[in-house]
């Protein structure tokens, strides 16, 4: 089982202010992606990266995804309240005949107002 | 969103007693995953399925069975819960390798 670790696990910063979250590992994926999750639903994805070094931007977040193909970071520039949810990045394998991911404990973020 | 209906949405049963929980698609994706999410441990693979009666253990697949008859729907059970697999669980399904995968709402189920 490939291994993520997200850092912080828990941030809450008020409105207006940046924030990074980190996704690290020792496994190389094939794509990363990063899903929002809102207390009593699903997560959704926000964004899949898959070639290393890319930069993918999404209004005021940015996802940047490691040379190495090991670890992504978001950014979020001028965080607003409703930015609030647990992020999660999620790594994929293709391993022998099915897809698996491998998610992150996850980054519970906080904006206050 | 995605056509991915979870039920029961909630459940409290005894432990012991077998627990089944369903999972129904209307998008015809190929793959369909249970996880469970737990504080600290972010969401973890049980079983998934990559086609009709193809199915594979996840990481965490003790004490947990699933089957897939149809395209739409897949089942897991709890042959005996245990107050361990007091969890939210969660269906996803995904098209093909390397695409994302859409998540249901989510069923909490406790075990007492």
């Known amino acids: 089982t490939q291994l993520l670790e997200q850092s912080p696990q828990f941030l809450s910063i008020q409105e207006g202010e940046n924030l990074t979250v980190y996704c690290n590992s020792s496994s190389v994926f094939s794509s990363l992606q990063w899903y929002r999750q809102e207390p009593g639903e699903g997560p959704v994805l926000l964004v899949t990266v898959v070639t290393g070094g890319e930069v993918k931007k999404l209004k005021r977040l940015t996802f940047q995804f490691g040379d190495a193909r090991k670890d992504s970071s978001l950014h979020i520039t001028a965080a607003q309240p409703g930015d609030t949810g647990l992020y999660l990045c999620a790594g994929a394998v293709a391993s022998g005949s099915a897809r698996q991911l491998t998610f992150g404990s996850g980054t519970q973020l906080t904006v206050l107002p | 969103d995605a056509g991915i209906t979870q039920s029961p949405r909630h459940k409290v049963t005894e432990t012991g007693t077998p627990v089944t929980l369903r999972c129904h698609q209307t998008?015809?994706?190929?793959?369909m995953y249970w996880y469970r999410q737990d504080p600290g441990h972010g969401l973890r693979l049980i079983h998934y399925s990559y086609g009709v009666k193809d199915t594979d253990k996840g990481e965490v697949s003790d004490g947990y069975s699933v089957s897939r008859s149809k395209t739409e729907d897949f089942l897991l059970t709890l042959e005996s819960a245990t107050s361990s697999q007091t969890s939210v669980y969660f269906c996803?399904?995904?098209?093909?390798?390397?695409?994302?995968?859409?998540f249901g709402q989510g069923t909490r189920l406790t075990v007492v």
């Open positions: 998008e015809n994706h190929r793959y």
């Open positions: 996803a399904i995904s098209l093909t390798l390397n695409t994302e995968a859409f």
